[in-house]
């Protein structure tokens, strides 16, 4: 038992007043976070939150929590905490993640129940008080592209055409992130994030880094998800499925309609620049290599809007060149 995890049992003791639990380890995510599922003596289960105070900000959890909350989300509730540790004992909301169940037959009511829950947090959740999705922001992520994937991982290097062309992309990605209409972006509103619940499904998870930012941030991440992908003309489907939903929730206007499939389609494709950028990051910083089979899936969204988006041709072509690279490592 390491020294952290000791301190986290003897919190515990004293928060649940007994000795006679159990702590099991679970999957941790993509963070420095790391989570223990608690069960007591009587069968009673809650899952502990490690968050080291140095690196993860528990009180910004609780806040968004609380927040979300407010509104008839479902998020975990907080029995006890301790921010100076970093410790939080919270509701267990399960052990089915939306990834393990969504199939053919559930899908149209797990992301009907998951568009429904999205409505409500960007037509309720106060966002203004948020940090800004800026520019700086959207930029900075792009550029994990190129720093973590392209250059660390694969050694791959850009002539001067292939990286000014990379950079007017990415700034044309950012346009398109700035001009929509801003809301209450949790920024990682997906499968693995997605609990499976009997009542007030879905359960949300993850969403300490919500921001002040695009519309279509996470309508992107939970249709064109980087863990599950499903036929494109059905992505669209629910995708405008969701505009509808928007309007009549007074996220969007119908004037909008013009602009909504190039906001979302442009809005993917930074976030799977993002995204793989993240995945080789956490391979050669944090020593996480399972996430490196999800970079084809995460480009692939890319290389589908090519025909559509002309002014991607670039960008395409060398993410053909990272599918080749990514196939001999």
Same mark, same amino acid.
């Given at each position: 038992?390491?020294e ?5 049992q ?7 007043? #007994?000795?006679?639990f159990?702590?099991? %380890? ?6 420095? $976070?790391r ?9 009673e289960r ?8 140095e ?17 008839g989300?479902?998020?975990? &509730?907080i ?8 410790? %939080? ?6 052990s ?12 149209g009511?797990?992301?009907?129940? *998951?568009?429904?829950?999205? #409505?409500?947090?960007?037509?309720c ?8 999705y800026?520019? *700086? ?16 991982? /694969? +050694?791959?290097s ?6 000014? #062309? ?5 700034? /044309? ?6 001009a ?11 499968? $693995?994030?997605?609990? !499976? ?7 949300i998870l993850?969403?300490?880094?919500a ?8 309508l992107?991440?939970?249709? &064109? ?8 003309a059905? !992505? ?11 309007c $009549?929730?007074?996220?969007?206007r ?7 499939? $190039?906001?979302?389609?442009?809005? +993917? ?6 995204? #793989? ?6 391979d050669?910083?944090d020593?996480?290599? +399972? ?20 002014e %991607? ?15 001999? !490592?």
């Open positions: 038992m390491t952290r995890e000791a301190a986290l003897a919190w515990l003791g004293e928060r649940l007043g #007994a000795e006679d159990k702590l099991r %380890l679970l999957c941790g995510d993509a963070s420095f $976070r989570y223990f599922r608690v069960e007591g003596g009587s069968g809650w899952i502990a939150m490690d968050a080291p105070p690196k993860e900000q528990s009180d910004t959890f609780v806040e968004i929590a609380e927040r979300l909350a407010a509104h989300l479902h998020v975990p &509730r029995h006890a905490k301790s921010l100076a540790q970093g410790f %939080l004992l919270l509701e267990d909301l399960g089915v993640h939306y990834l393990d169940a969504l199939d053919e037959r559930s899908a009511t797990l992301y009907g129940d *998951a568009l429904a829950a999205l #409505a409500t947090i960007q037509s959740v106060p966002n203004a008080d948020l940090p800004p800026d520019r *700086a922001m959207l930029m900075r992520e792009m550029a994990l592209f190129r720093e973590w994937l392209l250059e660390r991982m /694969l +050694g791959l850009l002539d001067q055409g292939e990286a000014a #062309a990379l950079d007017r992309i990415c700034a /044309l990605l950012a346009d398109n992130a700035l929509q209409p801003t809301v209450c972006v949790l920024r990682d509103y997906h499968s $693995r994030n997605l609990m !499976v619940c009997d009542s007030a499904n879905p359960g993850d969403f300490q880094d921001v002040n930012g695009p519309v279509t941030y996470d992107v991440s939970l249709l &064109r998800d980087c863990y599950i992908a499903w036929p494109r059905r !992505v669209r489907q629910w995708a405008w499925e969701y505009f509808d939903l928007a $009549r929730s007074g996220i969007l119908s004037a909008d309609k013009p602009a909504f499939q $190039r906001w979302f389609d442009l809005m +993917g494709v930074q976030r799977h620049l993002k995204a #793989a950028g993240i995945f080789a990051r956490l050669a910083r020593g996480k290599p +399972g996430y490196l089979k999800d970079i084809p899936r995460t480009l692939e969204y890319v290389l589908q809007l090519e025909d559509e988006y002309p %991607l041709a670039t960008l395409c072509r060398l993410i053909e060149r990272v599918l080749v690279a990514l196939a001999r !490592v």
